[in-house]
Each structure stands twice: as structure tokens, then as C-alpha cells.
């Protein structure tokens, strides 16, 4: 079991930048894909980004790439999204999320955390 808690949303204005943070519980012979799922309200939930264990594969969703940044920090099973240049449309609950590869995590994930909200106002 893979135990992923999310944190570092909040209410921003456009054009500010957040930096959401994610703590896995794995051990670190496990090496997990990480990656990144929003919901907006009405909306179901989408792939964001996603990072290959060594970090060399990084992939991002159309509408977040240039803005956003993926990393992690395996001596600390922690992952990070960079948001910036924040819009309104990118209001949602944000989702940590595991999975064997970054191609399987723009379809779906293996584990999830809680969610943290992100809220841009305009």
C-alpha cells in the first residue's frame, strides 16, 4: 500500500504561482511514477503531469504546458507541481497520484491521496 498526502493549496490570484507538495509512503525500492490529477467542479477529474522514477520523463496535459513543472526528490518520496502564471480555470482539487509509468498515469493511477484545493481568483 502506497499512502500519498497532498499539500500547499490555497486561494491565489491569477497570474500568481503555488507549488503543491506530495509525500508518498513507499519505500524507495519501489520506484513509482508520480503524477498529478485536478477535478474542477462540474467537471471529472484530468491529467495534469506526471515524472518517471529517475526523473528524466516528464509529461504534462496541453493546457498546463509552459506553465506548469514537475520534480521529485526520491531521498525524500516527495513530489512537487509548480504552478505558474495561475489562471481561474485552474480552480480544482488537485490529486497526487502513483502509478508504473508515466504513460499509465495520463490515463489513470494505482493510488491516490486526499486532494488539496487550489482556488484562483481573477
Known amino acids: 500500500q502506497v499512502h500519498l498526502v497532498e499539500s500547499g493549496g490555497r486561494l491565489v490570484q491569477a497570474g500568481d504561482s503555488l507549488t503543491l507538495s506530495c509525500l508518498a509512503s513507499?519505500?524507495?525500492?519501489?520506484?513509482?511514477?508520480m503524477g498529478w490529477f485536478r477535478q474542477a467542479p462540474g467537471k471529472e477529474r484530468e491529467f495534469v503531469a506526471a515524472?518517471?522514477?529517475?526523473?528524466?520523463?516528464?509529461t504534462f496535459a496541453d493546457s498546463v504546458k509552459g506553465r506548469f513543472t514537475i520534480s521529485r526528490d526520491n531521498d525524500k518520496n516527495t513530489v512537487h507541481l509548480e504552478m505558474n502564471n495561475l489562471k481561474p480555470e485552474d480552480t480544482a482539487v488537485y490529486y497526487c497520484?502513483?502509478?508504473?509509468?508515466?504513460?499509465?498515469?495520463?490515463?489513470?493511477?494505482?493510488?491516490w491521496g486526499q486532494g488539496t484545493q487550489v482556488s484562483v481568483s481573477s
Open positions: 497520484a502513483a502509478g508504473d509509468s508515466t504513460a499509465v498515469l495520463r490515463q489513470r493511477a494505482d493510488y
Open positions: 513507499h519505500p524507495t525500492r519501489d520506484k513509482w511514477a
Open positions: 515524472i518517471s522514477w529517475a526523473g528524466h520523463t516528464k
